[in-house]
């Protein structure tokens, strides 16, 4: 592997963040979210990290990932996917007991056809747009599919196992969207169970509600971004306020360092030029490696912080698609070779995936999910069951077709 960077990933770090996020939400059990490849992190070795953190559920957008995870070997946890267009494989997700969120009366009917035709009983979770105004049936279309739906339970193609929704404004818990979207789901669960259904499950949390609404807990909270360790709720409190450790470290080995004098513009534009004698570092990759080119730097406005030895220094001038430069000062002693690290765990005061995210005007979840499958994953932590995670992990990502995978 000649690749000059990876992204090295903590699963010890992921399976600690779910057992602080079940402490966070004592009463309800967790549905680590692993949409996005996890948020980049690896699906499958990050799912079998969030399990031995104590997640009982895993919660996939897609559906192939939802299948990928069963692929793996993933038979035990309950498997929850919600966002497919019509046509989707719904009888292979019946067939491989995924639990199918259910937004249309016309996602209702073609589950009860699937269901039908594969002779099983699909668990279908209600999805209620409460007010986020995305996914989901808005309350209306609640009471006209609910009979639809009764009228299947009682043939058996379905059982109606849970409800759910989302909230628009969970980062910001004191936000009177919070509570007026509390109320219709409640009103939603109470005309749901007095019909006639045995709900396994209502949900409303994401990591900003768990961590801030404990009165929305419910029975199942749907953490994503706090189970990778970055704080939903940067505003309010860091990754360590919430006992989350960063899972991802981003790192690469300078490719070049040369001295150049004052005066020497630096990438492309010349947004950046030296104001003395200087030793300029190139890293190795780019936005096409998921580095935010809205990260540049100019003279007046560091770019994305890198750690170089025991500072930290802005990427000078443009990002370019595989490349940025440091200006690593006149008295630099680095060597091509030596590792810089554009984020990690913060600890000792490096850079994190939140500061890239300020930089680029963006949120964490950006950072992270954008570091492209070209750059290798590496695992780390959980020991011993290592080399068979990234194993798994390659051949889920090569079965999903995305693209060169995990690293030993
Ligand atoms: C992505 C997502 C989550 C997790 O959100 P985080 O903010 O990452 O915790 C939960 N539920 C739904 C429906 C989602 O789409």
Redesign the pocket.
């Known amino acids: 592997m000649s690749f000059p960077a990876r992204a090295v990933v903590d699963l010890s770090a992921i399976a600690s963040n779910v057992r602080s996020l079940r402490a966070h939400a004592p009463t309800a059990q967790v549905m680590a979210?692993v949409?996005a490849d996890a948020y980049g992190h690896g699906l499958v070795p990050a799912a079998r990290a969030a399990l031995a953190g104590g997640a009982t559920w895993l919660?996939a957008?897609q559906m192939d990932e939802a299948l990928a995870l069963r692929a793996a070997g993933l038979s035990e946890p309950r498997v929850l996917t919600?966002l497919y267009a019509p046509g989707a494989p719904l009888a292979r997700a019946i067939e491989a007991d995924v639990d199918l969120a259910v937004s249309s009366a016309a996602a209702l009917a073609e589950v009860v056809a699937a269901a039908r035709l594969v002779g099983r009983t699909a668990r279908v979770h209600l999805k209620v747009d409460t007010g986020l105004g995305r996914n989901g049936l808005t309350p209306a279309d609640l009471a006209d599919v609910l009979p639809a739906g009764l009228r299947a339970q009682a043939d058996g193609a379905l059982a109606l196992v849970g409800i759910w929704s989302?909230l628009a404004f969970?980062d910001e818990p004191d936000h009177p969207t919070v509570r007026a979207q509390h109320g219709v789901f409640a009103d939603a669960v109470r005309l749901v169970e007095s019909a006639g259904a045995a709900l396994e499950v209502r949900h409303l949390a994401?990591?900003?509600a768990t961590l801030t609404s404990p009165q929305v807990h419910y029975d199942l909270v749907?953490?994503?971004?706090?189970v990778y360790g970055l704080s939903?709720v940067p505003q309010l409190g860091s990754s360590a306020d919430f006992g989350l450790v960063p899972a991802m470290t981003f790192e690469a080995e300078l490719a070049t360092v040369k001295r150049v004098p004052a005066g020497h513009g630096v990438s492309y534009a010349h947004q950046y030029v030296t104001s003395r004698d200087t030793v300029l570092g190139v890293v190795p990759v780019g936005y096409a490696d998921g580095v935010p080119r809205h990260a540049s730097g100019t003279p007046e406005r560091p770019g994305g912080p890198v750690r170089v030895g025991d500072r930290t220094v802005g990427v000078a001038g443009r990002v370019c698609m595989d490349q940025v430069v440091l200006d690593l000062g006149p008295d630099a002693t680095e060597q091509p070779g030596d590792r810089v690290e554009l984020f990690g765990t913060g600890a000792d005061g490096g850079p994190t995936a939140e500061d890239w995210a300020r930089v680029a005007g963006t949120i964490s979840?950006e950072i992270v999910t954008r570091v492209s499958r070209g750059v290798p994953r590496e695992y780390v932590g959980l020991d011993g069951a290592v080399p068979s995670l990234a194993a798994s992990s390659a051949s889920a990502s090569a079965g999903a077709g995305a693209g060169t995978g995990a690293a030993l």
């Open positions: 979210v949409k919660g957008a919600w989302h969970a994401n990591s900003a749907r953490p994503g971004i706090a939903p979840y």
